[in-house]
């Protein structure tokens, strides 16, 4: 399963947002995102661009973009990286912007991350770019395995390790899910040699320009969420505190003794089939 | 459950020593003091009957009452009481995740939510799912299904299930909708549909309000949602919420309806009906069988793990991939060379949180038991009875784990043949170690 393979490629791009780390808070790539830029990196190799709507005085965020454009290393030509900066402040809606510009550069593919890791972090930009652009969107992809001028066949992250296999009309955009692949290390030189172009000439209806919905909203520092309380909601005292008293660990399994190895063995794939962990043709 | 009911003139006798009828309703008193100044008790007085006619002297200081034998059982949990909604002033909608096709945790979660939500008013909590086959939503107080699923069959159709969403708003207009933030379930359509409601309500040129994501607490008639960079969002409640797990209490004191509604088919513009002729975007291909092994182990979803009951390796090797299960180990197991490190189960391990967890050969320390604290189901396969393992299963299987899994495999028609070569093996690794 090699993507880069195929022999058409639409022309892709990655959106891509700034990152906080996890635990030191440090800015940076965001982990997602990162893993979008190396997926269409592994898809379409040095073709891919970038795209960030964002305020260009701020000097953190363009260390943080540098630090995508130096993941363009190991691929067949050594062009730097280009990014396209959306000129925006920090109270403008990024959706209009985004959209008319990718309306007009003409992409087929937009890979990004499930959900931005600063600001409100709410992973809707992607599902309103979609529908204002009339696109399809799938959330939670692993891996893509196949691309065509008319359709991507992706792999969908489920819960538990399980694999779904989607097959996506262009244009389209992906949400990529945490387990995909790593992304390649951030370079130094390469980040140099990437380019940061600025765009500033959207043809944008002037309503569109501010996001107006979030002004009502009051932002505060994340509390830790409480722990739930295992409640035992009984009539009498007695009952309260056998509940409070009792041992968590004691269930009331069935212990079946006695039983010769055949006759375990029929129970045991007997329990797995009527708890459906078997399938029941299983021979 | 009958009602216990008091003789009021029968309670007013028993107080009264001077009432003409006291001995009648008075019970004989098991604790007296003698003429001499010593302490009686009667045993004959003390104590009540059991359900089995066998009397009971309980010290625990539970209050006894003389009951005659198969007299009325108090049930430990409380009775629900039961609310009807005949007239609606609105509607909550709530889509549940229906892992398996039961409700889970988070989806009663989701409901309580809903509760507060229409706290105090006439609002009808509905339940939208797209399976028919799921109940317990009466429990889980639901007053009225909508089931979706004769037009979506089981197959991942995110677009058709938003065109039915779509409908079912067209039809309620809704209060709230409430969905489970959960990629790629809940949290995929509930975005879908928030981004959907939101271009149709700026081509009406109404805003809509941005929906709530990953809600999880509502106090003071506002939302508290987790943002990014260590941020909570406090706002007024918007119409679309998607909360996450534990955002809410599950109600446990009412009990609802769960009344069926049917979705009747609204007339459609042209414009509308165009775009549902258009195919679909997205098209499942079926799921992808994803080899055990790679599963990594904390999310697999059924796993056997093996312990120092365990000797023979390969076969235990072979019944994994036979059952399709991934491998998991104790901390003796890996210590002793059997099993990777990766693969070792409990606290100094990975924690798992298997659907099925069968652990063959494990006595189950408490640091084993701490790593399968969140599997569901649990079986236990070991030689000794009284083992913690055993207690904590749902099923224990009381013998040899090596002879089991070898039958287990010949009944599912994969015995493991050639066991020769590693016995072979063996010997010859004992004449090298004898050397």
Not at chain 1, 52 to 62: E, K, N, R, V
Not at chain 2, 133 to 160: K, N, Q, T
Request: include cysteine; charge should be negative.
């Amino acid at each position: 399963m090699s993507p880069r393979e195929s022999t058409v490629s639409p022309k892709t791009v990655a959106l891509v947002s700034s990152g906080r780390h996890p635990v030191s808070g440090r800015a940076g790539r965001a982990r997602e995102d990162a893993r979008a830029v190396e997926m269409g990196l592994a898809l379409v190799g040095a073709e891919l661009s970038l795209g960030h709507a964002g305020d260009p005085q701020d000097a953190s965020l363009q260390a943080c973009l540098k630090e995508y454009l130096g993941m363009f290393h190991g691929l067949d030509d050594d062009r730097g990286g280009r990014l396209s900066l959306l000129a925006m402040s920090a109270e403008d809606d990024a959706v209009p912007r985004l959209a008319a510009w990718l309306e007009q550069s003409g992409v087929r593919l937009v890979l990004t991350g499930q959900r931005a890791e600063c600001g409100e972090g709410s992973g809707m930009v992607g599902y309103l770019l979609a529908e204002r652009l009339g696109w399809s969107i799938a959330t939670g992809v692993a891996a893509i395995e196949h691309c065509d001028d008319h359709s991507v066949t992706v792999l969908q992250a489920l819960p538990q390790g399980q694999r779904r296999r989607l097959e996506i009309r262009l244009p389209c955009l992906i949400a990529v899910d945490s387990v995909a692949d790593a992304p390649r290390q951030s370079a130094f030189g390469p980040a140099r040699r990437g380019r940061i172009e600025l765009v500033t000439d959207l043809a944008l209806a002037s309503e569109a320009r501010v996001d107006a919905a979030r002004r009502d909203w009051q932002w505060e520092p994340a509390r830790a969420r409480p722990k739930r309380l295992k409640v035992v909601k009984s009539t009498n005292a007695r009952d309260r505190f056998r509940a409070a008293a009792a041992k968590s660990s004691a269930s009331n399994g069935q212990v079946l003794t006695d039983l010769t190895s055949e006759e375990a063995a029929d129970k045991l794939i007997a329990y797995l089939r009527a708890e459906k962990v078997l399938a029941p043709g299983d021979q | 459950m009958s009602v216990r009911r008091l003789d009021p003139h029968a309670e007013r006798a028993r107080r009264n020593r001077l009432h003409a009828r006291h001995l009648e309703f008075a019970r004989p008193a098991w604790r007296w003091t003698s003429v001499d100044g010593v302490t009686r008790i009667n045993p004959h007085a003390l104590g009540a009957i059991g359900p089995n006619g066998i009397k009971r002297i309980d010290r625990s200081g539970a209050s006894v009452e003389t009951s005659a034998a198969g007299g009325p059982q108090t049930s430990a949990e409380p009775v629900r009481r039961r609310i009807t909604i005949d007239d609606p002033a609105g509607y909550i909608l709530v889509v549940p995740e229906l892992p398996e096709g039961r409700l889970g945790d988070h989806d009663r979660d989701l409901f309580g939510l809903a509760r507060q939500l229409a706290d105090g008013t006439d609002l009808a909590v509905t339940a939208v799912t797209f399976r028919s086959d799921v109940d317990g939503f009466e429990e889980a107080v639901a007053d009225r299904i909508m089931d979706l699923s004769e037009d979506i069959e089981g197959r991942y159709d995110p677009e058709s299930r938003l065109a039915a969403l779509v409908e079912v708003e067209d039809m309620l207009a809704p209060r709230h909708w409430i969905f489970a933030d959960s990629l790629p379930d809940g949290g995929d359509l509930g975005r879908r549909l928030s981004a959907r409601l939101s271009s149709r309500g700026e081509s009406r040129g109404a805003e809509d309000p941005p929906p709530a994501t990953r809600v999880w607490q509502f106090a003071d008639g506002k939302t508290r949602s987790r943002a990014g960079d260590r941020l909570d969002i406090l706002r007024d409640v918007p119409r679309v919420l998607l909360a996450l797990p534990e955002c809410a209490e599950p109600v446990s004191e009412t009990r609802h309806e769960a009344r069926t509604i049917v979705l009747e088919p609204v007339a459609r513009t042209s414009e509308e009906t165009g775009d549902e002729n258009r195919p679909s975007g997205v098209i499942d291909r079926g799921r992808v069988t994803v080899d055990p092994q790679q599963i990594p182990l904390a999310q697999a979803p059924f796993i056997l793990s093996a312990g120092r009951g365990v000797s023979d390796w390969e076969g235990y090797h072979h019944a994994a991939r036979v059952l399709g299960a991934s491998e998991g180990a104790s901390r003796v197991a890996v210590d002793d060379g059997n099993m990777p490190r990766a693969r070792q189960v409990g606290a100094t391990g990975t924690f798992v949180s298997a659907s099925c967890y069968i652990a063959v050969g494990i006595s189950g320390a408490v640091q084993h038991l701490q790593g399968i604290a969140r599997c569901q189901r649990v079986i236990a396969i070991n030689s000794d009875p009284s083992c913690d393992m055993v207690k904590r299963a749902d099923l224990a299987i009381i013998a040899d784990g090596d002879a089991l899994l070898a039958a287990v495999c010949e009944r599912l028609g994969q015995p493991r043949i050639a066991s020769a070569p590693a016995d072979q093996w063996h010997a010859e690794e004992s004449r090298h170690v004898a050397a």
